[in-house]
């Protein structure tokens, strides 16, 4: 795709990937880089490996690569910094401006320490000519060297990761693209990468609102740039940084012999009986991302798994451990499951949920080889007392 110009001197350079593997969670993305001509021209971020050829062809298209002056890094994940060993050859900057942490993690990755690089901190500010760069250090969003470059006379917020979603499109600007499409990406993005951080994107937020920016437009280094819809997507990311959910069950399970299945979906029924609204996501049908998208603004989780070798299956088993790295908050939940002789899974599915503060509304349900219609029967009671609790959470709100 060709570069794209925000505002009169400043450029999307970008590329698309249109081909992620399914086993990421996402089928594409974009790597946002952006070129801003002035007396210092200066190309902010950059692409990965792979695709690095699109961006020199986009940059080619505006300006000699040799020409820029001054390189930002906002961030080092390879999936902006693995063509820099090629872009530091290519266009020889008088500077490289990035974040004290950046420079040490440029180069504990590259191993480059005769590059020009000039370390800034919040508050600095670089002039281009007649324009301003300012920085905002967001250490730990969502690594260390993170930080956030503001185009102070056009009120663009380089944003890097934050406000971003892996999506692939030709579209560049919010307005362009179906707004929904466009905040379910970035909640997909919220969901499996910075969930754990929330606590932090609070205080940023907090802390962006007091320095009170004229920000025009918000230019993250994934998707769509957030033109028209700036406050959509801050204020998403209050809702999601402040762990608000709706009342609402996600019935997350895996089966072996479908008696698990059963089960999974006489509760769901009886979720809905009890008035809740109910989603069955199976992990066999569901990448992981896709349930964590979804369990970010629902607020109970009811887990399923069979007993297998004294424990659970082990893709809910990987479900928990990535869940727990995310550590959710605010959740109230159940397990349950069917087993042969010991039924270990739910006492094990328990112990987690306690680890991570999921509050158990009961013990679980544990079902012995294939449930009768009795059994069935009860699978349709425990969804209704899960409806009953998640129901009077919202009363609580
Ligand atoms: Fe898009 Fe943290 O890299």
Redesign the pocket.
């Known amino acids: 795709m060709s570069n794209v110009e925000l505002v009169k001197g400043v450029y999307w350079v970008g590329a698309i990937d249109w081909d992620i593997p399914p086993s990421s969670g996402y089928t594409g993305t974009s790597y946002n880089a952006y070129l801003i001509v002035d007396e210092k021209v200066t190309l902010v971020d950059g692409v990965k490996h792979s695709h690095r050829a699109e961006l020199f062809e986009n940059i080619k298209k505006i300006i000699d690569p040799e020409k820029i002056d001054y390189f930002i890094v906002n961030?080092v994940?390879p999936?902006?910094s693995s063509a820099m060993i090629e872009i530091m050859e290519t266009i020889k900057p008088e500077k490289v401006i990035c974040s004290d942490m950046g420079m040490k993690t440029i180069i504990e990755h590259y191993h480059r320490e005769d590059w020009p690089y000039e370390v800034v901190k919040s508050g600095s500010e670089i002039s281009l000519g007649a324009r301003t760069v300012q920085f905002i250090e967001t250490r730990m969003l969502?690594?260390p060297d993170s930080m956030f470059s503001f185009l102070k006379e056009d009120g663009i917020l380089f944003s890097?990761?934050a406000f971003?979603q892996h999506l692939a499109t030709t579209e560049r600007f919010d307005d362009e693209y179906d707004l929904q499409k466009a905040l379910d990406g970035a909640k997909h993005f919220y969901a499996t990468?910075l969930t754990l951080l929330s606590p932090l994107i609070r205080k940023l937020l907090k802390s962006l609102e007091a320095m009170d920016l004229d920000v025009k437009l918000i230019a993250p280094?994934?998707g769509v740039i957030w033109r028209s819809h700036k406050e959509a997507i801050l204020d998403a990311y209050g809702t999601w940084s402040r762990s608000e959910c709706e009342p609402e069950v996600l019935v997350v399970y895996d089966t072996k012999w479908k008696s698990t299945e059963l089960m999974a979906k006489a509760i769901a029924q009886g979720v809905e009986k009890g008035g809740a609204p109910v989603c069955l996501m199976s992990v066999k049908q569901y990448h992981r991302a896709a349930i964590l998208q979804k369990l970010l603004t629902a607020s109970t989780l009811v887990l399923g798994s069979p007993t297998i070798n004294n424990s659970m299956i082990p893709s809910i088993g990987a479900f928990l451990m990535t869940l727990k790295g995310l550590k959710p908050k605010k959740k109230i939940g159940a397990t349950f499951g069917s087993y042969g002789w010991g039924g270990e899974a739910v006492r094990h599915m328990n112990d987690w949920f306690d680890d991570m503060k999921i509050t158990r509304i009961n013990d679980g349900l544990r079902i012995k080889y294939i449930p009768d219609e009795a059994q069935i029967e009860e699978c349709v009671r425990f969804g209704e007392d899960i409806a009953k609790a998640t129901l009077e959470l919202g009363e609580g709100a």
């Open positions: 961030h994940e999936d902006h969502h690594w890097n990761d971003g990468n280094d994934h």
